[in-house]
């Protein structure tokens, strides 16, 4: 019996209020650590569920947000293969790292929502509240991400600060990867909707302190559930 065979015929006990991200969590600290090398295969899907006694969607979940990682990738037909090498421990989406990308969205995204407080336009406060309207309705994953993305873009926009406006633009894709990441293994999609609501309630008042407040309760929210995603501390 080889390293791969004996490691799978070992079962693995997952509580099931977060088994994909329990899944999520030993596959990525297997591959991080050089168990899983890079070029390997892993398991397929149906072995992964034996072994840790979940579904196959599940699974699959844990799957995809090592994707997102940029640790996997799966081949149509093949299989997942592991792209990271042992001990490569930066979590990237795309060109950015999960650690700049939680260090720069305060800076611009707070004092956005606060400017967008004092210069949205009434066309502007109108798709922020459609935005939140469909954000608690969408139960698709992958669409839901999109308004969210489409969210934190509109809200940029608002501030009428075209740095502002097009830092985000820039880094959108690497947002919603994130988003993608959280949306899958935990319960943040329910929460961010309520923080959503309360920022956009606040940009309707007009009170940029409140929309800074609000809009900085939700990115530390975000950076908290992140790390302990990605196994670091939050700031």
């Known amino acids: 019996m080889n390293d791969l065979e004996s490691w799978l015929s070992d079962p693995a006990v997952i509580s099931r209020k977060s088994a ?23 398991p397929s899907e149906a072995k ?3 072994k840790y006694g979940v579904s196959r969607p599940i699974v699959r979940e844990a799957l995809r947000s090592l994707q997102i990682l940029g640790l996997t990738e799966t081949r149509t ?25 939680m260090e720069a969205r305060p800076y611009v995204e707070v004092s956005a929502a606060g400017w967008a407080a ?11 509240l459609r935005l939140c309207d469909r954000m608690e309705q969408e139960e698709n994953t992958e669409a839901w ?13 608002a501030s009428k600060n075209a740095v502002f406006r097009d830092i985000v633009d820039d880094v959108r894709e690497a947002m919603a990867q994130q988003s ?18 309360a920022i956009v309630e606040a ?22 559930a992140v790390s302990r995603i990605i196994g670091s501390e939050p700031r």
């Open 20 to 42: 994909s991200e329990l899944v999520f969590e030993e596959l990525r600290n297997l591959i991080l650590s050089g168990r899983f090398a890079a070029g390997s295969k892993l």
């Open 48 to 50: 992964l569920a034996g």
């Open 77 to 101: 037909g093949s299989g997942t293969y592991v792209l990271a090498g042992a001990g490569d421990g930066d979590i990237s989406y795309g060109d950015y790292s999960a650690r700049d990308l």
């Open 118 to 128: 004092l210069r949205r336009t009434d066309d502007e406060l109108s798709r922020l």
């Open 145 to 157: 991400v999109r308004l969210d993305s489409d969210f934190h873009g509109l809200i940029a926009e």
């Open 180 to 197: 993608g990441l959280l949306t899958a293994l935990g319960p943040r999609r329910q929460e961010s909707n309520a923080e959503h609501r």
């Open 203 to 224: 940009i309707r008042k007009g009170s940029d302190v409140e929309a800074q407040a609000a809009m900085e309760v939700h990115l530390k929210k975000v950076e908290a």
